[in-house]
């Protein structure tokens, strides 16, 4: 299956913008977030367990235990700062 | 009139408080709250800031956060509007306005929204300082404000 990848703020100027990425079918968002710091470079500095990225599935906040369909749209971002 | 506007353009409370209320006699409270950007934090001179957001869910989280007021709170409408892109010192960023009946409900869903809004709506600040740009840091006080609604922000 393949979902669209969002990056926002700093992840955003370290990954651009969006991207897809194919994973197998039933994945979690946990198991994306693995797929990427798999590749190393800025996807593995930036999206580093420990360091402090919260995530949305399909425009809504969500948790790495989210399991991802077809089609899905998922966003990393840091801790938000509006208001 | 939408709940939500998210904008590059200033607001006018004024306009904003009165299109609220229109047409509705029963509203007998207004609380608003505007936020503004201030020229310092951290002990760093701010000399404006870019404000990013997270188009589509930015609104649907603030309408979902309006639709939870709506069940905790006895308010007659709201309304939240909130500035994105560059942005100035002094310069307005958001506002939260409530009608209700009475006060105490339109104080309580005001705070409510405004703390809701700074730990669950993606909205990202890049300040511009003296020693170069920085992403804001969040802050564990607002997760704690968010907290003593009963609801676990998970943000900072």
Redesign the interface.
């Given at each position: 299956m393949r979902v669209q990848v969002r990056y926002f703020a700093a992840l955003r100027e370290a990954l651009g913008p969006a991207e897809a990425v194919e994973l197998a079918e039933g994945s979690t968002l946990g198991a994306l977030r693995d797929a990427l710091l798999a590749r190393g470079g800025r996807h593995a500095e930036v999206l580093a367990r420990g360091r402090a990225v919260r995530c949305a599935l399909d425009q809504t906040m969500s948790d790495e235990s989210a399991t991802l369909r077809d089609g899905a749209e998922v966003a990393f971002f840091p801790p938000v700062t509006g208001g | 009139m939408h709940r939500v506007a998210i904008q590059t353009a200033d607001f006018d409370l004024s306009a904003e408080v009165a299109a609220l209320r229109a047409g509705d006699g029963g509203v007998g409270a207004i609380a608003s709250f505007v936020?503004t950007v201030r020229d310092r934090n951290d002990g760093s001179a701010i000399g404006g800031m870019e404000?990013?957001?997270?188009p589509?869910?930015t609104e649907?989280?603030i309408e979902a956060m309006i639709d939870e007021a709506g069940r905790r709170f006895d308010i007659r409408a709201a309304r939240v509007v909130?500035r994105i892109g560059p942005l100035r010192p002094g310069d307005q960023?958001?506002l939260v306005a409530v009608a209700s009946a009475h006060r105490g409900q339109a104080f309580q869903a005001c705070e409510f929204l405004?703390d809701y809004?700074?730990?669950?709506?993606?909205?990202?600040?890049?300040e511009t300082t003296p020693e170069g740009a920085r992403?804001?840091?969040?802050r564990v006080a607002?997760d704690a404000a968010l907290a003593r609604w009963g609801i676990s922000a998970?943000?900072?």
């Open positions: - | 936020g404000l990013e957001h997270y589509g869910m649907r989280a909130h960023i958001v405004m809004l700074k730990t669950q709506a993606p909205f990202w600040k890049k992403w804001v840091d969040a607002d998970g943000n900072a």
